[in-house]
């Protein structure tokens, strides 16, 4: 809700009361550093009533209800109220319109729009980062509220099963770590997050939406490892993406062939993976494994006598990770392999 914590702030200068807005799908709060603790069900048994040190008033739109939470000693519907309620109606009316106009901007649908005038709407966004946090539907109110206790943000939208965030936030990765960390704390829930770059104009929204979807199909892809994904940061897999598949097809079958692939078996597989993941560092390596330092000497020694690439090479450890990727993507089996 992007109109609405204008009005929100303009409602608060008034009355000098905390007010919350919440719905099925969202909830807004101002000031937004203060503890709200009652649920949508309680809510909902007391409109029209004082109850929790909240007078709750509600807002029927045509596609759902919003319940209005206003700080108060007692119950009261005065003139003052009245036009309070006006003006978020008014705010929730135009905030339709723009959730409309923000998801044309994140699908790219702005050949009949005056960009010019997105530009001067939704100047706040410039110079924000564009995250994408993939969570549990039925937890997204609570985590909305981790969110903003977690970072500054610029918009908190639920978008396509997924909330999209948008902050200004200097120390991104590490501000993404520690909202992770939050969400594992308070709820004991595992989420990922991708971060798509920065906006510099209005149409970098398409475009770093897509990238934020990219690096979450990339994790699926190549199985990787860690919670955070900057696609910024993801050339090798970004490489992969857009290879030529001639090119791909000759770095794979000039690695995995009839006479190298039988000796990939699940713990050599697993001793590769891990020394990629640890940067081709053999101490690293092994204590990932929990094996001497020998042991997995004796496995890279075994590599090459087979395939003829020395993992402690970095150009043949920088191929064999290419094929080894590329037999992800495909999903290319050993079966297939001595077939062809």
């Given at each position: ?37 009652l649920s949508l069900t309680e809510i909902a048994k007391h409109v029209h009533m004082h109850y929790g040190g ?287």
């Open positions: 809700m992007i109109f609405l914590q204008d009005i929100l702030s303009e409602i608060y200068r008034i009355l000098k009361k905390n007010i919350v807005i919440i719905s099925n799908h969202m909830q807004c709060t101002f000031p937004k550093d203060f503890d709200f603790n909240y007078n709750i008033y509600e807002i029927k739109t045509k596609d759902e209800s919003f319940y209005i939470c206003i700080q108060s000693e007692r119950y009261l519907l005065d003139e003052k109220i009245q036009l309070v309620l006006s003006m978020i109606a008014m705010a929730l009316q135009h905030d339709t319109s723009s959730t409309q106009t923000l998801k044309n901007l994140l699908e790219g649908n702005t050949e009949d729009t005056d960009v010019l005038k997105l530009e001067e709407e939704y100047k706040h966004f410039l110079h924000s980062y564009v995250l994408l946090l993939r969570c549990p539907q039925q937890d997204k109110g609570t985590i909305r509220e981790i969110i903003l206790h977690s970072m500054d943000t610029t918009l908190i939208f639920d978008y396509q099963q997924n909330i999209l965030i948008l902050s200004k936030e200097i120390g991104i990765e590490q501000s993404c770590t520690d909202l992770l960390e939050n969400i594992l704390s308070d709820l004991f829930m595992e989420c990922c997050i991708a971060i798509g770059g920065k906006i510099h104009q209005i149409t970098d929204l398409h475009l770093c939406y897509h990238r934020c979807l990219q690096a979450f199909q990339f994790q699926s892809t190549f199985q990787l490892s860690g919670s955070v994904l900057h696609y910024e940061k993801m050339y090798l897999y970004r490489m992969i993406a857009t290879m030529d598949e001639d090119l791909k097809q000759s770095i794979f079958y000039r690695v995995f062939h009839e006479k190298t692939v039988e000796i990939f078996d699940k713990e050599m597989e697993r001793t590769m993976e891990t020394f990629f993941r640890n940067n081709l560092n053999l101490t690293d390596t092994a204590n990932a494994l929990f094996i001497h330092r020998n042991t997995l000497l004796y496995r890279i020694d075994k590599i090459y006598h087979h395939t003829g690439f020395d993992l402690k090479n970095v150009e043949d450890s920088w191929l064999l990770k290419l094929a080894w990727l590329i037999r992800k993507e495909k999903n290319i089996s050993k079966e297939s392999i001595l077939s062809s």
